[in-house]
């Protein structure tokens, strides 16, 4: 389960489905990727094809990243069994 968002537009379209605060384009990928996380009780949970799943290093140890599209991904990492730090970003 979900526990926390970091980024208040993707919340927002978890919540709502209001497309506001993302790329309008990345909405079914999101939509797909939220659903799994949703029932994710770890990481590996994550790990659908063509996601590209894999732990980050550095400032973002512990968080977990998978591709939306482009250079853009949702990051997110684990509390136990429930998913926290939900964020979607272009870090590169």
Known sequence: MIQGFRHKGLKQFYETGSKAGIVVDHAKRLRVLLARLDA????????LPGARLHPLDGDMRGF???NVSGNWRLIFRFAGAEACDVDYLDYH
Do not use: N, T
């Open 40 to 47: 994710a009780s770890r990481p590996e949970d994550m790990a």
């Open 64 to 66: 977990w990243s998978v």
